[in-house]
């Protein structure tokens, strides 16, 4: 393998969530939903409209989802279900699995909960009856385009490929505009419609899984467990989380009022949104009298590790006792981050992950940690079933370096990287594949087992 302490300059291994999130995918399996929208903050250009220059399309849905394409092979028309079923709740509908006909759905169900998996289960019998039966993906796909208004068609598109590609290729394949990922996903700051909310769905009740410090939800006084009973009117009940979602990140959206469940008593909040850019890094000190530090780092954009370090050399002075690393919802990012982050609690050059290709052809690599060691003390990492890819390698690392204690959920699992190449049927998109595995310094993968708290 080749030793290197710099990193890997190709692979973006971000979380699942992160690159469905960019990617523009609806209806993310994962239970958590993070209500930020990335816009670029001088010129307000959101996804939908990087989308749109990309010109991707029908020609690019064809390619992929005909009625030929979709009935060659068992995986083949799984992932040409799990296109429509991905995307189809935010109008309305949901594909039968009797009938293969979409279908008025009433948003009462509980189908918004229903991982990726657990949809396509009974569409195994449905193909196994395919002599008999067919579903016309051609015209159901039409058909959700024409209740799409023009300029949105591109993101719809970009959501049913991305769907398409989550099962016939793997779950953290995806295509993403060219553009899109240079100019926002990799920025530090949230874009400043960011109201500093996540949402999960727990037996068909909508709870808020974290609020972020400082936020305009953190100022209205929201808290986390809180149970959502509506907002602007809207009964949370009948709400996906996906429609949630596009309530919160309308941009001429400046003021909500929200009623939620808190021990049992309903409570009505005002939050109003005042466009504000959060960092992706956060500290504050917990406990005055112990001295007990709080980092939170959302997400391992370029630069955190810098931030980061900047936060823990102002804490010198403070002589804290220990210090919480809270990694809960993180997505991952940039590897090259994961690197360096470790380095500030172990030090430099010591064996952070490697990576191990599917290509027999190519060489692995050792990539060593970057960061100047700059704290010692106690250390304890938060982290939840939403913590993933990069942040997985970071508390993974200190566990094995009997650095830290994990406390929490264990994590998500996400255990391999990708490679952007340009897509061939379009110039201006990237396609996001998935190259091989990245494993601990033990030479353990975190893929689908995850990383196991303390």
């Known amino acids: 393998m080749k030793l290197r302490s710099w990193g890997i300059l ?130 159901h796909w039409r058909q959700l385009l024409d209740l799409e208004k023009k300029d949105k068609r591109p993101i719809l598109v970009a959501n049913a490929i991305n769907s398409f590609l989550s099962v016939y290729k793997d779950p953290h394949s995806y295509i993403m505009p060219d553009r899109y990922y240079d100019e926002v996903g990799s920025q530090l700051e949230r874009s400043n419609l960011f109201v500093g909310l996540s949402f999960e769905k727990i037996d068909q009740t909508t709870q808020i899984r974290k609020v972020f410090k400082n936020s305009d939800a953190d100022r209205a006084g929201l808290k986390e467990y809180d149970k959502l009973v509506s907002i602007n009117g809207r009964l949370a009940q009948d709400l996906t989380l996906l429609e949630l979602g596009q309530i919160l990140r309308n941009e001429n959206e400046k003021q909500f009022t929200i009623f ?27 406990n005055e009298q112990h001295r007990i530090g709080h980092l939170v780092i959302t997400k391992f954009n370029r630069g955190v590790c810098e931030e980061t370090a900047k936060k823990l050399k102002a804490t010198a002075s403070q002589n804290i006792e ?32 490697s990576v191990e290709f599917f290509d027999p052809l190519k060489s692995g690599e050792v990539v060593l940690s970057t960061g100047s060691l700059l704290y010692t003390g106690p250390l304890v990492v938060l982290q939840n079933s939403s913590s993933a890819s990069a942040a997985e390698l970071l508390a993974g690392a200190l566990q094995i370096y009997k650095r830290a204690l994990i406390i929490g959920e264990t994590s998500f699992g996400k255990g391999t990287f990708q490679e952007s190449e340009i897509w061939s049927k379009n110039s201006k998109v990237s396609l996001f594949r998935t190259q091989g595995y990245y494993l601990l310094p033990n030479k353990t993968s975190t893929q689908l087992v995850g990383v196991k708290p303390d």
């Open 322 to 353: 220990g210090l919480i690393l809270d990694l809960r919802d993180n997505p991952g990012g940039q590897l090259d981050e994961a690197a360096c982050l470790t380095g500030l609690f172990i030090g430099m050059n010591k064996r952070t992950y």
């Open 260 to 286: 939620v469940t808190r021990q049992n008593e309903i409570k009505k909040i005002k939050l109003e949104r005042h466009y504000q850019s959060l960092s992706h890094v956060q500290f504050e000190m917990l």
């Open 10 to 139: 190709i692979v973006t291994a971000m979380g699942f969530l992160a690159g469905m999130v960019l990617a523009g995918v609806g209806g993310a399996s994962a239970k958590t939903l993070l209500f930020w929208k990335k816009v670029d903050t001088h010129q307000q250009k959101n996804l939908e409209e990087y989308w749109s220059d990309s010109g991707v399309g029908l020609k690019e849905l064809t390619d992929l989802i005909s009625n030929s394409s979709c009935d060659s092979s068992e995986k083949y028309f799984l992932a040409c279900v799990n296109s429509l079923t991905q995307n189809t709740l935010a109008y309305g509908l949901r594909l039968s699995d009797k009938t293969g006909q979409l279908e008025l759905w009433s948003g009462r169900q509980g189908e918004d909960e229903l991982t990726e998996k657990q949809r396509l289960l009974p569409f195994l019998d449905f193909y196994n009856q395919r002599a008999t039966k067919r579903i016309n993906f051609e015209q």
